[in-house]
């Protein structure tokens, strides 16, 4: 690391060891529902589990249904490769994401919260069971009819995808659903539900102590506020940072990388993998569409350096997918298992490099054609490693 | 009036109403969305993606069988990006699936076979799947198999048997690359709480699931000059094979049908309508002995309602799921097996055949008349009573392979003697057929009165609907029926399994209470059997419905107990409903079973 370069700046928002929950949830309590919507969507909070669809707006969505029974849940069903943020949120502010969950609660009218937890973090159960019952006393104390229970998802990927966890929730077998209705109007049980990520519901609580302006200084138009990354791979430095949004990528291997930065993979599996030569015209945060110049992340940032052969980490990926594809859309079903065959094709000489082409291709159809967002995105990480390290894939 | 939704698709302006898709309105202009999930029998499954289509300002495409249209939406079918990705998805599809297309079961009708050949995917390149697929077939069950090799992973059959049959014998198994259709530890079918109805088969897009075929075994029958080989065919038969051989659904080809089985060679040509009736005889007397005991003799012991029992996958089902009521059950046998009982005996003997040197075999709407026929308390005659069940479809098989140019047959009519039936009998084919037989002849044996309804058209009973009920009060009884003067005989009548499951749970709920029900397993009844042509739809369950109905009203004897036959058969065989003969041969008993 350069000592002329200026290091990211670290937030201490989340983290921030505040035991004010029961007064923060009075004054937001004491809010008309309009007015923490307004400071919601004034935040310009998106949601953090990587989809980055606008917080406060979901909530206006769903608070408008007029329907008896709604639902909060809180995805933390955490399962994206290289993503492990939300275990810490989860194990050292709990009392944060229920504070928001329980606002969130009052403000859309509903009696019933959920946590789905990933089931490789039953671990956390003991301990989150115990922060509920003295939150539950909370709620009790300042008279708001909310419970929340904790819901042990079973280890698939797929069920941390909205409408698959509702699935999954209600016994089924965990496959997304058609898209619209969205969860607002018909979430678990058909009924209204704001799902937020384990991240966004801590972020309300901030903007709920400190206010929507304070957070808005945060980050850069269309990614305002900070983010909490899970930093892994060749790094000296490995874990949980909470950052800006809108930094570049160089920025960010400058801070984080070993020297030796090759690239970087943004998002996990199902993100993007940035190249050296592009690190500088690449930043971190939302942007109205997928440019590739502005990249959305849950959080997960991969570095490898030069050590890394990027057809094994392609591969390390595909198999994943391959496996954890729910398997009832075709494009995603088919498809994982003829990208994962077809590099080991390519590789292994039985296909000409030119049938690299013809994947890439059939990922432009995965992108348009899968159900859901696992198939869709399949198309990120290959096609942006395939295309920026093509002789990595055939030699 | 719900409100109307205006969009344009390929340009064209079409007005849907709300909540319909973008398919639904698609169809309106006669454009066609090529589909493979999807089914109009079942929920909108979303998951093959075949269907997608471009909606301007939407980056993705999206599917059309899933997608409501919505105001002002522009929605094109036909573009490059289209037609590319849906080149791919029937691409992807073949990857996974056993291409052995001549060798395979559903070659000619299948629907993914018709999909390759409308893309013209020729020049497939993607890598085989199929080498590396632990694929198995199941061939244990007397009635269905299933090849996983052809699958698609539609859920077609794993939607029909939830839904429309709610058994549930098949349900999607694992994820990723290894998910598959399958059954409760992935046992065989024969092994599980299936109830062979077929309907898996029928809603089947591939030749993952198919009947399983005895073509050959008939045909080995027929060139064995020492065997007489007997046929019988179900009523709903007549009005379904015709969609097999180039006529339109609900087309009558009784006449043809029955010229046809004698060009295949079958010695006797019989009609399963001829045994409907006597099981109108057995079950309507067994009805009224159960009346009896309950009104007169105030038996607690006497199980009603009494639910017909010619429907042997409804049969299977309450062994499976309501084994506690068995004893409401007819002990009647279905037609079908009243049917062979007799051949071997009753049959045999009129036209002086060793009846171990018959083979009987039946055509049947039906695959699950294929395990009936196998079930081990189906032996009475001493032998087999059935040894052979074909469905229409295989039927429709043996008369192309014959070489038999079907349109241009002569209608002839049934052999004598166990081959004449009267209208209530074809009416079997129906759902509330056998129901509305069974008052023609039971309300005129008390009462000495036809059936009070115009034409003897119990109309209450007939159509689609999940469950209908009917009561008839009975009124100037007939001196040995004076129990029954005033009563009012509560009935009720339902097709599919979801139904009859519902109709079951308000019976023990005791929301409701009945005398009499007839539950049929398929949608429709008989006519929509497992093993009647593909593809249906309720469309195509109507017109053959009025075919049935059109059949009956042009039957000169429609009453089951004015058939001369039958008549003669209990005078020169079985003495009387219900006599120590009819109780060896024509009913039999049930077996409780698992739950799963």
Same mark, same amino acid.
């Given at each position: 690391?350069?000592?002329? @370069?200026?290091?990211?700046?670290?937030?201490?928002?989340?983290?921030?060891?505040?035991?004010?929950?029961?007064?923060?949830?009075?004054?937001?309590?004491?809010?008309?529902?309009?007015?923490?919507?307004?400071?919601?969507?004034?935040?310009?909070?998106?949601?953090? &589990? &990587?989809?980055?669809?606008?917080?406060?707006?979901?909530?206006?969505?769903?608070?408008?249904?007029?329907?008896? $029974?709604?639902?909060?849940?809180?995805?933390?069903?955490?399962?994206?490769?290289?993503?492990?943020?939300?275990?810490?949120?989860?194990?050292?502010?709990?009392?944060?994401?229920?504070?928001?969950?329980?606002?969130?609660?009052?403000?859309?009218?509903?009696?019933?919260?959920?946590?789905?937890?990933?089931?490789?973090?039953?671990?956390?159960?003991?301990?989150?069971?115990?922060?509920?019952?003295?939150?539950?006393?909370?709620?009790?104390?300042?008279?708001?009819?909310?419970?929340?229970?904790?819901?042990?998802?079973?280890?698939?990927?797929?069920?941390?995808?909205?409408?698959?966890?509702?699935?999954?929730?209600?016994?089924?077998?965990?496959?997304?659903?058609?898209?619209?209705?969205?969860?607002?109007?018909?979430?678990?049980?058909?009924?209204?539900?704001?799902?937020?990520?384990?991240?966004?519901?801590?972020?309300?609580?901030?903007?709920?102590?400190?206010?929507?302006?304070?957070?808005?200084?945060?980050?850069?138009?269309?990614?305002?506020?900070?983010?909490?990354?899970?930093?892994?791979?060749?790094?000296?430095?490995?874990?949980?940072?909470?950052?800006?949004?809108?930094?570049?990528?160089?920025?960010?291997?400058?801070?984080?990388?070993?020297?030796?930065?090759?690239?970087?993979?943004?998002?996990?599996?199902?993100?993007?993998?940035?190249?050296?030569?592009?690190?500088?015209?690449?930043?971190?945060?939302?942007?109205?569409?997928?440019?590739?110049?502005?990249?959305?992340?849950?959080?997960?940032?991969?570095?490898?350096?030069?050590?890394?052969?990027?057809?094994?980490?392609?591969?390390?990926?595909?198999?994943?997918?391959?496996?954890?594809?729910?398997?009832?859309?075709?494009?995603?079903?088919?498809?994982?298992?003829?990208?994962?065959?077809?590099?080991?094709?390519?590789?292994?000489?039985?296909?000409?490099?030119?049938?690299?082409?013809?994947?890439?291709?059939?990922?432009?159809?995965?992108?348009?054609?899968? @159900?859901?967002?696992?198939?869709?995105?399949?198309?990120?990480?290959?096609?942006?490693?395939?295309?920026?390290?093509?002789?990595?894939?055939?030699? | 009036?719900?409100?109307?939704?205006?969009?344009?698709?390929? &340009?064209?302006?079409?007005?849907?109403?709300?909540?319909?898709?973008?398919?639904?309105?698609? !169809?309106?202009?006669?454009?066609?969305?090529?589909?493979?999930?999807?089914?109009?029998?079942?929920?909108?499954?979303?998951?093959?993606?075949?269907?997608?289509?471009?909606?301007?300002?939407?980056?993705?495409?999206?599917?059309?069988?899933?997608?409501?249209?919505? $105001?002002?939406?522009?929605?094109?079918?036909?573009?490059?990006?289209?037609?590319?990705?849906?080149?791919?998805?029937?691409?992807?599809?073949?990857?996974?699936?056993?291409?052995?297309?001549?060798?395979?079961?559903?070659?000619?009708?299948?629907?993914?076979?018709?999909?390759?050949?409308?893309?013209?995917?020729?020049?497939?390149?993607?890598?085989?799947?199929?080498?590396?697929?632990?694929?198995?077939?199941?061939?244990?069950?007397?009635?269905? !198999?299933?090849?996983?090799?052809?699958?698609?992973?539609?859920?077609?059959?794993?939607?029909?048997?939830?839904?429309?049959?709610?058994?549930?014998?098949?349900?999607?198994?694992? @994820?990723?690359?290894?998910?598959?259709?399958?059954?409760?530890?992935?046992?065989?079918?024969?092994?599980?709480?299936?109830?062979?109805?077929?309907?898996?088969?029928?809603?089947?897009?591939?030749?993952?699931?198919?009947?399983?075929?005895?073509?050959?075994? /008939?045909?080995?029958?027929?060139?064995?000059?020492?065997?007489?080989?007997?046929?019988?065919?179900?009523?709903?038969?007549?009005?379904?094979?015709?969609?097999?051989?180039?006529?339109?659904?609900?087309?009558?080809?009784?006449?043809?049908?029955?010229?046809?089985?004698?060009?295949?060679?079958?010695?006797?040509?019989?009609?399963?309508?001829?045994?409907?009736?006597?099981?109108?005889? !057995?079950?309507?007397?067994?009805?009224?002995?159960?009346?009896?005991?309950?009104?007169?003799?105030?038996?607690?012991?006497?199980?009603?309602?009494?639910?017909?029992?010619?429907?042997?996958?409804?049969?299977?089902?309450?062994?499976?799921?309501?084994?506690?009521?068995?004893?409401?059950?007819?002990?009647?046998?279905?037609?079908?097996?009243?049917?062979?009982?007799?051949?071997?005996?009753?049959?045999?003997?009129?036209?002086?055949?060793?009846?171990?040197?018959? /083979?009987?075999?039946?055509?049947?709407?039906?695959?699950?008349?294929?395990? $009936?026929?196998?079930?081990?308390?189906?032996?009475?005659?001493?032998?087999?009573?059935?040894?052979?069940?074909?469905?229409?479809?295989?039927?429709?098989?043996?008369?192309?392979?014959?070489?038999? !140019?079907?349109?241009?047959?002569?209608?002839?009519?049934?052999?004598?003697?166990?081959?004449?039936?009267?209208?209530?009998?074809?009416?079997?084919?129906?759902?509330?057929?056998?129901?509305?037989?069974?008052?023609?002849?039971?309300?005129?044996?008390?009462?000495?009165?036809?059936?009070?309804?115009?034409?003897?058209?119990?109309?209450?009973?007939?159509?689609?609907?999940?469950?209908? $009920?009917?009561?008839?009060?009975?009124?100037?009884?007939?001196?040995?029926?004076?129990?029954?003067? &005033?009563?009012?005989?509560?009935?009720?009548?339902?097709?599919?399994?979801?139904?009859?499951?519902?109709?079951?749970?308000?019976?023990?709920?005791?929301?409701?209470?009945?005398?009499?029900?007839?539950?049929?397993?398929?949608?429709?009844?008989?006519?929509?059997?497992?093993?009647?042509?593909?593809?249906?739809?309720?469309?195509?369950?109507?017109?053959?419905?009025?075919?049935?109905?059109?059949?009956?009203?042009?039957?000169?004897?429609?009453?089951?107990?004015?058939?001369?036959?039958?008549?003669?058969?209990?005078?020169?065989?079985?003495?009387?409903?219900?006599?120590? @003969?009819?109780?060896?041969?024509?009913?039999?008993?049930?077996?409780?079973?698992?739950?799963?």
């Amino acid at each position: 690391m350069t000592t002329t @370069k200026k290091q990211l700046h670290r937030i201490d928002l989340i983290f921030k060891n505040e035991q004010d929950c029961k007064e923060i949830l009075r004054n937001a309590l004491a809010r008309s529902n309009q007015e923490v919507i307004n400071e919601m969507v004034n935040s310009g909070l998106k949601g953090r &589990g &990587g989809a980055g669809f606008p917080t406060g707006l979901k909530w206006k969505l769903t608070a408008e249904q007029k329907v008896d $029974e709604k639902f909060v849940i809180c995805n933390a069903d955490e399962g994206e490769p290289g993503t492990f943020k939300d275990r810490e949120i989860l194990t050292r502010v709990p009392h944060k994401v229920l504070s928001g969950m329980a606002v969130c609660a009052k403000i859309i009218g509903a009696r019933k919260g959920y946590i789905y937890l990933r089931g490789e973090y039953k671990f956390l159960v003991p301990n989150l069971k115990k922060e509920l019952r003295r939150f539950h006393d909370i709620l009790d104390e300042l008279g708001l009819d909310f419970r929340v229970e904790i819901f042990m998802g079973s280890g698939a990927y797929i069920c941390g995808e909205e409408s698959a966890l509702f699935e999954s929730m209600e016994g089924k077998r965990g496959e997304p659903r058609n898209k619209p209705p969205f969860p607002t109007e018909i979430g678990y049980l058909n009924k209204p539900t704001v799902i937020n990520n384990v991240e966004t519901l801590a972020h309300s609580y901030t903007i709920l102590k400190y206010g929507a302006k304070k957070f808005r200084e945060l980050g850069v138009k269309d990614s305002r506020g900070s983010k909490v990354f899970s930093v892994s791979g060749d790094t000296p430095i490995p874990g949980i940072y909470e950052l800006e949004l809108g930094m570049s990528v160089q920025d960010f291997v400058d801070d984080f990388g070993d020297g030796d930065t090759k690239a970087v993979q943004v998002g996990g599996a199902s993100g993007f993998l940035v190249p050296r030569k592009r690190f500088g015209k690449t930043s971190i945060g939302y942007q109205g569409k997928l440019t590739g110049i502005s990249l959305p992340t849950g959080g997960s940032m991969m570095i490898f350096n030069s050590s890394r052969s990027m057809y094994n980490v392609l591969n390390n990926y595909l198999d994943f997918f391959e496996e954890e594809s729910c398997g009832q859309c075709t494009p995603c079903r088919v498809g994982c298992q003829q990208l994962l065959k077809g590099i080991k094709a390519v590789k292994r000489g039985e296909k000409p490099a030119s049938y690299l082409d013809k994947l890439l291709k059939l990922t432009d159809t995965m992108k348009l054609t899968a @159900k859901c967002g696992l198939g869709q995105s399949v198309a990120n990480s290959f096609s942006s490693i395939v295309e920026n390290f093509r002789e990595e894939m055939i030699y | 009036m719900s409100n109307m939704v205006n969009l344009t698709i390929n &340009g064209i302006a079409v007005s849907v109403e709300e909540g319909k898709t973008i398919l639904e309105a698609a !169809e309106k202009l006669h454009i066609k969305i090529p589909t493979l999930c999807y089914h109009k029998d079942l929920c909108v499954a979303g998951n093959c993606r075949v269907c997608v289509v471009e909606q301007v300002g939407n980056n993705k495409l999206v599917a059309s069988c899933a997608m409501p249209v919505s $105001e002002g939406m522009e929605i094109n079918t036909n573009t490059l990006k289209v037609r590319n990705c849906r080149k791919h998805i029937i691409e992807l599809l073949l990857t996974e699936h056993n291409e052995e297309c001549t060798k395979c079961y559903r070659n000619g009708h299948c629907e993914l076979q018709e999909l390759a050949a409308e893309y013209q995917i020729t020049n497939q390149d993607f890598i085989d799947l199929v080498p590396d697929k632990s694929y198995t077939v199941d061939r244990i069950s007397p009635a269905i !198999e299933k090849d996983d090799s052809k699958c698609i992973r539609c859920q077609r059959c794993v939607r029909t048997c939830a839904e429309i049959q709610s058994v549930g014998a098949i349900a999607v198994a694992h @994820k990723g690359s290894e998910m598959k259709i399958s059954t409760v530890f992935d046992r065989a079918l024969d092994e599980v709480v299936c109830t062979n109805c077929g309907q898996c088969i029928v809603h089947c897009p591939t030749g993952a699931l198919t009947e399983k075929s005895y073509v050959e075994k /008939v045909w080995d029958a027929i060139a064995d000059p020492e065997t007489h080989v007997v046929v019988q065919t179900a009523p709903a038969v007549r009005i379904g094979l015709g969609e097999e051989l180039g006529f339109d659904p609900g087309t009558r080809v009784t006449g043809k049908m029955v010229s046809a089985l004698r060009r295949l060679g079958f010695d006797s040509v019989l009609d399963t309508d001829f045994t409907a009736d006597l099981t109108i005889m !057995e079950e309507g007397t067994e009805l009224l002995t159960r009346l009896k005991r309950a009104l007169v003799e105030d038996d607690p012991d006497v199980a009603l309602p009494m639910a017909t029992s010619c429907s042997p996958g409804w049969v299977k089902y309450i062994e499976h799921k309501y084994p506690e009521y068995l004893p409401n059950l007819s002990t009647c046998k279905s037609p079908q097996q009243m049917f062979g009982a007799l051949a071997k005996t009753y049959y045999a003997k009129k036209i002086k055949v060793d009846p171990q040197n018959i /083979v009987s075999v039946s055509i049947m709407p039906c695959t699950a008349k294929k395990y $009936e026929a196998n079930r081990p308390e189906m032996k009475d005659s001493g032998y087999k009573d059935v040894d052979f069940v074909l469905t229409t479809r295989e039927l429709a098989v043996m008369i192309r392979q014959a070489g038999i !140019e079907f349109e241009k047959l002569n209608d002839e009519s049934f052999d004598s003697m166990m081959g004449t039936g009267s209208g209530a009998a074809v009416i079997f084919g129906a759902t509330g057929g056998v129901m509305e037989a069974a008052l023609r002849t039971a309300y005129e044996i008390v009462t000495g009165r036809e059936v009070p309804f115009e034409n003897l058209e119990i109309l209450p009973v007939r159509g689609l609907n999940g469950v209908k $009920e009917v009561s008839i009060k009975i009124e100037g009884t007939l001196d040995d029926w004076k129990f029954l003067e &005033g009563v009012e005989l509560k009935c009720a009548i339902t097709n599919g399994l979801e139904n009859a499951h519902q109709l079951m749970d308000n019976i023990k709920n005791g929301d409701r209470f009945y005398h009499f029900i007839e539950i049929m397993a398929c949608p429709g009844g008989c006519l929509g059997g497992g093993g009647q042509p593909y593809p249906v739809d309720n469309d195509v369950r109507l017109k053959r419905m009025q075919a049935i109905y059109n059949e009956d009203s042009d039957l000169a004897i429609r009453k089951s107990h004015e058939n001369p036959e039958i008549v003669q058969i209990y005078k020169d065989f079985l003495e009387e409903p219900l006599s120590h @003969k009819s109780h060896k041969l024509l009913h039999t008993t049930y077996v409780k079973r698992e739950q799963y």
